[in-house]
């Protein structure tokens, strides 16, 4: 089957720990996003990739890194730096080119800090 | 610089009767504009997608949508509304490139037995 995969589904950390959460693609998707999700705010960009080993900052890219290394995988770390880190956290992919600026997404992961 | 408000935070319709979702974005250029829904829990699934070639736009599950330029609207419409439609829905205007996407703020709507 092809799509995007989040693990952990729900995920619980500590305060002061950092966690990385796993998104992958088998879309052959050049672009991949992760947002955070609140109540009633809607979506929010972290950060996005256009392709391996580049990636740029989203509006609220403050207390989380990424990394790009191979293009199927978009890992998303949360640090120790991120001040209110609960939320819900969607991954997101779109091919390049014209005309195809449609974002498929993941189940998400619930991320609580206790 | 674009931007998408959803009119409505939450609607409440009664399974059978009609479903109305509303959606008004501004944007620099010619915008694409997207339907997504979300169940509890759960990632966006596309329901439907303007990309200009018709201003009439039908998407999955039986909704639909219609692009009015002059009114800057992209409006959801069920003609009847169904219990498995109870999510929430958000409205997302995309104007080129790989970061110019805007979602709304979301509107959860409930569909009363």
């Known amino acids: 089957d092809g799509g995007i995969t989040q693990s952990p589904k729900y995920l619980f950390r500590k305060e002061g720990q950092n966690v990385t959460l796993s998104c992958e693609q088998n879309?052959?998707?050049?672009?991949m996003y992760w947002y955070r999700q609140d109540p009633g705010q809607g979506l929010r960009l972290i950060y996005y990739s256009q392709i391996v080993n580049d990636f740029q900052k989203g509006d609220i890219a403050e207390g989380y890194s990424v990394s790009r290394e191979k293009k199927e995988s978009f890992p998303l770390t949360v640090t120790s730096a991120q001040k209110n880190p609960t939320a819900f956290y969607l991954c997101?992919?779109?091919?390049?080119?014209?005309?195809?600026?449609?974002?498929?997404f993941g189940p998400g992961t619930r991320l609580t800090v206790l | 610089a674009q931007s998408v408000t959803q009119l409505d935070s939450h609607v409440s319709v009664s399974e059978g009767t009609p479903v109305l979702l509303r959606c008004n974005y501004s944007s620099s250029y010619s915008p694409s504009l997207f339907w997504y829904v979300q169940h509890p829990n759960k990632g966006l699934q596309l329901l439907l997608k303007y990309t200009s070639a018709a201003t009439l736009v039908k998407g999955i599950n039986g909704f639909e949508a219609e692009f009015k330029k002059s009114e800057t609207s992209f409006h959801l419409t069920k003609p009847s509304a169904h219990m498995s439609d109870a999510a929430e829905y958000f409205c997302?205007?995309?104007?080129?490139?790989?970061?110019?996407?805007?979602f709304g703020t979301g509107t959860k709507l409930q569909v009363i037995p």
């Open positions: 997302v205007v995309s104007a080129g490139g790989y970061q110019k996407v805007t």
């Open positions: 879309l052959n998707h050049d672009a």
């Open positions: 997101a992919s779109r091919s390049a080119g014209a005309g195809t600026d449609t974002q498929y």
